[in-house]
């Protein structure tokens, strides 16, 4: 009886001997499978997988293939990025950590980050990266401070006839599909969650400064420099109150020929306009434009009709 029973832990405690003795290559075959959120939690599981997620051939194989390109904002180098595409002198998991934060350029109304599960580039422009109609004019809009904002500030459209807002993008991406959004939000936001919200009626709406928006759809439009194109309109008539992503288009970025490792150039010019002057409109917040890889997406999608 007793030697069944010691015959049966023998392997469970072979299987953590051979485990703990792990060839730090062997277990970096194992992390270059997964992304960089599993990689950091077994790193903490023994010895062989600590040093093999230290490992640079791991990290780099993470990293976007212009990640030298990207450094060059972190480091300063110059507005544009690494022009040459210098690889930083840091290990590839600081530079992963690094660009997993937000990177802020163009005084700061600009920003692009590494997605932590995918090492897919995003990017975020700010309302004050766009050119929108009557902007300084404070009878139609203002600028709001807002918690709930990546750069703490909004745009509120008091009432306007012509509303027209317009960015553009010029930055090299990795090859990949990616997808832009206006952030948008009918009715003033408030700093707090919950407050404010409102049902879809009409006096509702109108109680909240939101008009003009059922009369005419807005038409969103994205046009690249290599010929894509996408149009698109939809009613703003969804529940006030809540902050969604409203799907302006995608764009496909081709691998970069050229093989410099920098990503390939690409222009990206967007609007959203509803440009019917027999009405007002008004009550609509915009935060920010955002472009994320294709089915990539934190909050609520609102897609128009094409």
């Not at 212009?66 to 690494?82: A, K, R, T």
């Not at 194109?229 to 969604?244: C, H, K, T």
Request: glycine fraction near 10%; hydrophobic fraction near 40%.
């Amino acid at each position: 009886m007793g030697a069944g029973a010691s015959d049966l832990a023998a392997p469970a405690e072979a299987a953590m001997s051979v485990l703990g003795d792990m060839p730090e290559l062997c277990a970096a075959e194992v992390l270059l499978r997964l992304g960089a959120p599993d990689i950091c939690r077994l790193a903490r599981l023994n010895r062989a997988f600590r040093s093999a997620a230290a490992a640079d051939f791991v990290w780099e194989a993470k990293l976007p293939e212009n990640y030298g390109y990207l450094m060059g904002f972190v480091d300063g180098d110059s507005e544009e990025g690494g022009a040459g595409g210098k690889k930083s002198a840091v290990g590839k998991k600081e530079v992963y950590a690094r660009l997993a934060k937000a990177v802020r350029f163009d005084d700061g109304k600009r920003e692009f980050w590494l997605e932590k599960s995918t090492g897919m580039v995003c990017m975020a422009l700010s309302s004050k990266a766009l050119v929108i109609t009557g902007i300084d004019d404070r009878r139609y809009w203002v600028h709001m401070p807002n918690t709930e904002s990546r750069f703490q500030s909004v745009a509120y459209l008091q009432q306007i006839w012509w509303f027209e807002v317009v960015g553009e993008i010029d930055f090299r991406l990795p090859a990949g599909t990616y997808s832009l959004y206006f952030r948008l939000h009918l009715g003033k936001p408030s700093s707090s969650r919950h407050a404010g919200r409102r049902g879809c009626g009409g006096s509702e709406k109108a109680g909240n400064g939101i008009h003009g928006w059922d009369r005419k759809p807005v038409r969103f439009q994205l046009s690249t420099s290599d010929g894509q194109n996408a149009v698109s309109q939809r009613y703003l008539d969804d529940e006030p109150g809540s902050w969604a992503l409203y799907h302006a288009g995608d764009f496909v970025v081709a691998p970069d020929t050229e093989e410099h490792g920098q990503g390939r150039p690409v222009r990206v010019k967007f609007s959203m306009a509803q440009i019917d002057c027999t009405h007002t409109k008004g009550g609509l917040c915009v935060d920010s434009v955002l472009v994320y890889p294709r089915g990539f997406r934190t909050e609520r999608v609102v897609d128009a009709q094409r």
